[in-house]
């Protein structure tokens, strides 16, 4: 038997004994019915587990799902009643972050600050980050969003089908300018390297469950020994990723040793730091800075791409937003936050497109520290908790016609933003982990969208014989849910779209 089975083997028996020992038996939510030592992990679905979810919490007539086997137990919370009454009053219990072994091994919490456990030193990385992200500081950073989304739109003129490669850069652009002032080009190998770190974490995600995660033990297996091939694939990711962390941080400080460092997110926190131990601070920094990189570019370039597949299918939704913009904007300038006020069209498009389509249909997992009981069902301590978004989103009570593209639903009779539906918030997560860059995410939404609005028709691309070339509403299985590549046409809306377009990219040149 080959030794890694024989691992396998031991820990199965182990299992199997815990499993049948004598103990208190508690009333858990409902789920699949379990088989025998795994219990019902192999219920679990491996794509587009968001929709499974939902059914299931219907067939059972249950906000809460429950899942258990190997040792673990799985919740899922399918409505915004559980997931306010769970994550945010009870968020002492449920602020803690479940992270596969896996994800450990390539990003720990140590750098990567999303992961940290709750408690004192991530209240600490999470303070330092607000201060710069709250809503009243945010405005900061809008001169910055123009400049990258004016770059957008001139990239949109020279290549107006293969529009997906300019998203990503955008994106990714201005968070490397937001955090360390790299004015970055897009075959800029600072920008390159972030990304080869991010594919990293997508091969992890669409791996899925390694043996590992079901097996902590095994981490302590030496590289070279059979059936440790995770290994050897941390090795290489966690390479990636350390680059993504210290790699620009270095040359920043580079720039600042040398007095060329532009004003920017890391500049404050240094200039704001005791200097009495600066090493220690120094690794809070490269934590802070690489973590606001990988948390904040795929969700927004996946938004601003699915915003442009609803344009797509919606063209009546595009004309009516547009009405809007020419009546506020009008023709011989480019939308700007100040017009926010304005513009609830745009405002309703940007909400309804996370509504619809949430770039993490299943957010990030909690973990429950202690036992809890909800509704007469156990939770117990050490619980993966996870909070079904997509299906919260979808509820039909909440949000008629769910499945509908329909921004009108956050719009009251005389056009205005309604205080009585619910803006799609879960999008960012949940109770004292909610992101805290979604202020600074929205407005970034909000300039792309108009702008984009105000001077291109988006429509369906065309092939050689200019032959529409039809679109197919297909999104990936995994963590991060965006639509399958495709293609689309950005044609200037008039005459004097084009020469805007440039002269706002020379201004910023």
Not at 429 to 444: E, S
């Amino acid at each position: 038997m080959a030794p890694t089975l024989v691992y396998v083997s031991i820990a199965l028996t182990a299992l199997w004994a815990i499993a049948f020992r004598k103990r208190q038996h508690y009333r858990y939510p409902p789920g699949p019915k379990s088989l025998p030592i795994v219990g019902n992990i192999l219920h679990v679905p491996t794509g587009h587990g968001w929709i499974t979810f939902r059914d299931w919490a219907r067939q059972y007539g249950s906000d809460l799902l429950h899942f258990h086997g190997l040792g673990m137990h799985i919740v899922v919370v399918n409505s915004a009643k559980a997931a306010k009454d769970l994550f945010e009053k009870r968020y002492i219990n449920y602020s803690d972050k479940e992270v596969s072994t896996m994800m450990l091994q390539v990003a720990g919490p140590e750098r990567n600050w999303i992961m940290m456990p709750y408690g004192d030193e991530w209240k600490e990385h999470r303070r330092l980050f607000h201060q710069h992200f709250r809503p009243g500081s945010v405005s900061q950073f809008h001169p910055k969003q123009s400049k990258a989304v004016r770059r957008l739109l001139n990239l949109l003129l020279d290549s107006r089908d293969d529009f997906l490669p300019h998203v990503r850069y955008m994106s990714g652009s201005l968070i490397l300018d937001i955090i360390y002032a790299f004015d970055v080009q897009p075959d800029d190998s600072r920008l390159a390297l972030v990304e080869k770190a991010m594919s990293a974490g997508e091969e992890i995600v669409k791996t899925g469950i390694f043996l590992v995660d079901i097996f902590p033990i095994l981490m302590y297996l030496p590289a070279w020994f059979p059936g440790a091939g995770f290994k050897r694939k941390a090795a290489k990711w966690k390479a990636l990723v350390d680059d993504m962390y210290e790699v620009p941080y270095g040359l920043f400080k580079t720039a600042v040793n040398e007095g060329g460092a532009q004003p920017c997110l890391t500049l404050s926190l240094l200039s704001e730091a005791d200097t009495t131990d600066i090493s220690k601070l120094e690794e809070t920094f490269i934590a802070l800075t690489g973590t606001a990189y990988s948390a904040g570019s795929d969700t927004t370039a996946i938004t601003i791409t699915t915003f442009v597949l609803a344009m797509i299918l919606n063209p009546e939704i595009q004309a009516f937003v547009q009405e809007e913009l020419d009546q506020v904007v009008g023709n011989d300038r480019l939308p700007v936050m100040e017009d926010q006020p304005s513009l609830p069209r745009v405002a309703a498009v940007m909400h309804e497109v996370m509504r619809r389509y949430p770039p993490m249909p299943l957010a990030t997992p909690h973990r429950s520290t202690t036992d809890d009981e909800y509704n007469g069902y156990h939770i117990p301590a050490g619980s993966m908790v996870i909070g079904n978004t997509w299906a919260i989103l979808h509820d039909e009570e909440v949000y008629p016609d769910p499945f509908s593209f329909n921004p009108k639903r956050f719009l009251s009779e005389d056009g205005k933003l309604r205080d009585d539906v619910p803006l799609p918030t879960e999008t960012f997560g949940y109770g004292r982990r909610i992101c805290a860059g979604r202020y600074f995410a929205m407005d970034a939404l909000f300039l792309a969208i108009s702008s984009l609005l105000a001077v291109f028709n988006i429509e369906k691309a065309v092939d050689e014989n200019g032959k529409p070339i039809e679109v197919k509403v297909e999104f990936t299985p995994y963590v991060f849910s965006q639509p399958k590549p495709f293609k689309a046409r950005f044609k200037p809306r008039n005459p004097g779209a084009e020469s805007l377009i440039r002269s706002a990219a020379l201004a910023d040149a």
